[in-house]
């Protein structure tokens, strides 16, 4: 899918968001990284949201399923650079995305895939 690159680093699918995507696509790209946590043997899962301003309950939802798929398949998936703007939307919205794991930069998704802990 073009846009957005999925790149194996260490056992981990880096997987940046580089602008905003159709429903269509955000389907696809689901498709995509479970098939890829598969072919690649990842144990993680780091999803970079940074350039997006928006975060619609569709992506929001899918970001989690992803989550919840890719821990079926063995991997953890970290979901990193949430702006303050659209994690307040989703707080309004009432969208508890429990399972999501979040992380304010990538070398701490990197940490907390490696390692398992958890920031509080």
Do not use: N
């Amino acid at each position: 899918m073009p846009g957005v690159p999925i790149v194996k680093l260490d056992g981990v699918l880096l997987v940046s968001i580089q602008d905003e995507l159709l429903d269509y696509s955000v389907d696809e790209l689901q498709q995509q990284i479970t098939e890829q946590v598969v072919a690649q043997q990842a144990r993680g899962v780091l999803i970079d949201i940074s350039v997006l301003d928006v975060v619609d309950s569709f992506l929001a939802r899918t970001l989690h399923d992803i989550a919840a798929a890719t821990s079926l398949l063995a991997a953890k998936t970290v979901v990193v650079g949430m702006r303050p703007a659209v994690a307040i939307t989703l707080v309004e919205l009432g969208l508890v995305l429990s399972g999501l794991e979040t992380a304010l930069s990538v070398e701490e998704a990197l940490e907390l895939l490696s390692d398992g802990s958890a920031r509080r």
